[in-house]
């Protein structure tokens, strides 16, 4: 009777999930993908993860930016957004990437960013991290799903595990359906054309109850 009565506290423990932490990392020049990641960062608060939300740094040089007075008014509205650390990706169980369209690409200041992670993938760090990713184009056929699929090229050779949204949840539909990761059409004036906050927040819940169910099962 006893040994059953183990065996039946052990599945309890397994059932009692740790706390995961989430970093969703994002980049933006104009605001939307902040606001991505905002929307990402409520869905791990919902999620009862640890949430820190982290801006990668700026790259172009000053001349190009200050020509843009609205990328130079970004930057000065979340010039108290920390920057991503290292130290954030190892804290991290769970990540979610946001960034812009960038001719059919990740923008540089993203990949800059990746780029430096050599050494924690060196040492295995990046491993089964679990990761999920959005972004926003002007156009809905130019490169979002493709800017996704870039970064998730790299999370492969991270040895990380990808968490797709795919069509688990209905808003995902109300976003436009994109099923590798939430993504977003903006305007002229750079606004957002589709109701996408649901699916950020649903993609987030996701990926942290996958990276729950990892964390647990290490
Ligand atoms: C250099 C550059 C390249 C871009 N390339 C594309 C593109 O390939 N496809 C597209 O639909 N929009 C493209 N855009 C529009 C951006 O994706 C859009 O402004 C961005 O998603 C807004 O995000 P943010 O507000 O977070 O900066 C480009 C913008 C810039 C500045």
Redesign the pocket.
């Known amino acids: 009777m006893n040994i059953f009565k183990n065996l039946f506290k052990k599945e309890s423990n397994q059932v009692t999930t740790p706390k995961v932490n989430l970093a969703v990392i994002y980049?933006?020049?104009?605001?939307?993908?902040?606001q991505l990641a905002q929307w990402a960062a409520e869905g791990g608060l919902q999620a009862e993860a640890n949430v820190k939300i982290l801006k990668v740094p700026e790259t172009a040089p000053q001349s190009v930016v200050d020509s843009s007075p609205s990328w130079k008014a970004?930057l000065e509205e979340t010039k108290d957004v920390p920057t991503v650390s290292l130290e954030d990706l190892e804290w991290a169980d769970a990540i979610i990437f946001s960034?812009?369209?960038?001719?059919?690409?990740l923008p540089a200041q993203m990949k800059q960013f990746i780029d430096t992670t050599g050494g924690l993938w060196a040492k295995g760090k990046t491993v089964n991290k679990v990761v999920s990713a959005m972004?926003?184009?002007?156009?809905p056929n130019?490169?979002?799903e493709q800017t996704i699929l870039q970064l998730y090229t790299s999370m492969y050779h991270w040895g990380a595990i990808v968490a797709t949204p795919g069509f688990t949840d209905p808003s995902v539909f109300v976003a436009g359906g994109n099923p590798y990761g939430t993504s977003v059409?903006?305007d002229q004036n750079?606004k957002i054309k589709e109701d996408a906050r649901d699916a950020a927040v649903h993609q987030a819940k996701r990926t942290v109850s996958v990276a729950k169910l990892i964390k647990a099962g290490n």
Do not use: D, E
Request: glycine content about 14%.
């Open positions: 980049y933006s020049s104009n605001g939307t993908n902040y970004h960034m812009p369209t960038r001719f059919g690409n972004t926003s184009a002007q156009n130019a490169g979002q059409t903006v750079g």
